[in-house]
């Protein structure tokens, strides 16, 4: 099994809610990471991404001012962007399936649903670490490969028309 250097990941985390950031938070540092930046609202952290870069961010869905869509859009966005290719969790008390689909359409790289526990947490960082996907450019979506896996039956990787690009 590959371990993972939890100390040198830089973290953003944007929620609303002072007691759940410090539960991330301390989740967090007990996975061994050193550099948590927190903003409670999708606006501040927009602001806070261009300056800390971080590794990984984690994001709420339901926030004032700019809501976890409308950040994980504009940080996702190629042209504005500093680092559109940060792996983005996105936590969420809503996880039924049109929630879901709307968040995979907007460019999450994984979901984390509350209420959050620490393996969780561990497996969803795990993955982004261990198994980063390639990103999808077409007209109307970038982000990570919505495929989690290969199909046998097809060997066509250009199957949907989109370019796959590996994050830098």
């Not at 806070?48 to 700019?66: G, Y």
């Not at 390639?134 to 290969?150: A, I, L």
Request: contains cysteine; aromatic residues 8%.
């Amino acid at each position: 099994m590959l371990k993972i250097d939890f100390e040198h990941l830089r973290f953003l985390v944007v929620d609303d809610n002072a007691y759940m950031r410090q539960i991330v938070r301390t989740l967090l540092h007990g996975l061994g990471v050193r550099d948590v930046n927190e903003a409670e609202d999708g606006a501040d952290g927009l602001a806070l991404f261009e300056t800390c870069e971080p590794d990984i961010v984690i994001t709420d869905w339901v926030m004032p001012m700019l809501d976890g869509l409308e950040l994980i859009r504009a940080l996702r966005n190629p042209v504005h962007s500093k680092n559109a290719y940060v792996p983005i969790i996105l936590l969420t008390a809503y996880a039924d399936r049109k929630r879901v689909f709307a968040a995979r359409d907007a460019g999450i790289t994984e979901i984390l649903c509350k209420p959050l526990s620490a393996k969780a947490l561990h497996d969803r960082i795990a993955n982004i670490v261990l198994n980063p996907r390639p990103f999808v450019r077409t007209s109307s979506f970038f982000g990570p490969d919505r495929r989690r896996f290969q199909h046998p039956g097809f060997t066509d990787e250009e199957r949907r028309g989109a370019k796959l690009e590996t994050p830098a």
